[in-house]
Antibody, heavy 120, light 110 residues
Framework: QMQLQESGPGLVKPSETLSLTCTVS??????????WGWIRQSPGKGLEWIGT???????DYNPSLKSRVTISVETSKNQFSLSLTSVTAADSAVYYC????????????WGQGTLVTVSS | QSALTQPPSVSGSPGQSVTISCTGT?????????VSWYRQPPGTAPKLMIY???YRPSGVPPRFSGSKSGNTASLTISGLQAEDEADYYC??????????FGTGTKVTVL
């Protein structure tokens, strides 16, 4: 059973870049047709899809964040990453990484989430 | 893309049934059978409860069921139990190859 774990700074300054990594354990990311995604949840608010990367490296992003988001995958390390530039307080949220099987359109496995606060 | 619309809250007594609606557009909910539902107790990560409108993952009890009509999907919880108290979110894949989540519904067991 694959498990996902987010890691990264819990505090980011306004205008800087938020960088998070998701480490996958219990299986290899290589050559398996999974999509790997990032979803966030602002305090007391709903879920917001940020973007998804296929194991081949192709990406899809939320149009509202597309200009600031980059998702990359490093299968040799069993990790994928999120980069969000020019952050503001509105980007403060719990960030989840998740897995979606290639033939399906839902996220079947989720990390526990990591809280990122944007503040000076 | 706009969030799918869900009622902010629903409630029911133990043993009763509750239904949560999820309204989108012809570009998401109405386009495909790619609607999923997630349960999120406070302080925890979402858990998949229903996928492809009607299918339950292994381990999800049959009292959880899903349906769809036009641009509106629904999740029904039959035989409500105290452990069902949580936030519930719908999600849909869209014609633009993106995902969109619902606004979320708090289920309260009276």
């Amino acid at each position: 059973q694959m498990q996902l774990q987010e890691s990264g700074p819990g505090l980011v300054k306004p205008s800087e870049t938020l960088s998070l990594t998701c480490t996958v354990s219990g299986g290899s990311m290589s050559n398996i047709p999974y999509y790997w995604g990032w979803i966030r949840q602002s305090p007391g608010k709903g879920l917001e899809w940020i973007g998804t990367i296929f194991y081949t490296g192709s990406t899809d992003y939320n149009p509202s964040l597309k200009s600031r988001v980059t998702i990359s995958v490093e299968t040799s390390k069993n990790q994928f990453s999120l980069s969000l530039t020019s952050v503001t307080a509105a980007d403060s949220a719990v960030y989840y990484c998740a897995r979606r099987s290639g033939d399906y359109y839902h996220f079947s496995s989720w990390g526990q989430g990591t809280l990122v606060t944007v503040s000076s | 893309q706009s969030a799918l619309t869900q009622p902010p809250s629903v409630s029911g007594s133990p043993g009763q049934s509750v239904t949560i609606s999820c309204t989108g557009t012809s570009s998401d909910v109405g386009s495909y059978s790619r609607v999923s539902w997630y349960r999120q107790p406070p302080g925890t990560a979402p858990k998949l409860m229903i996928y492809d409108v009607t299918y339950r993952p292994s381990g999800v009890p049959p009292r959880f069921s899903g349906s769809k009509s036009g641009n509106t999907a629904s999740l029904t919880i039959s035989g409500l139990q105290a452990e069902d108290e949580a936030d519930y979110y719908c999600s849909s894949y869209t014609s633009s190859n993106t995902h969109v989540f619902g606004t979320g519904t708090k289920v309260t067991v009276l």
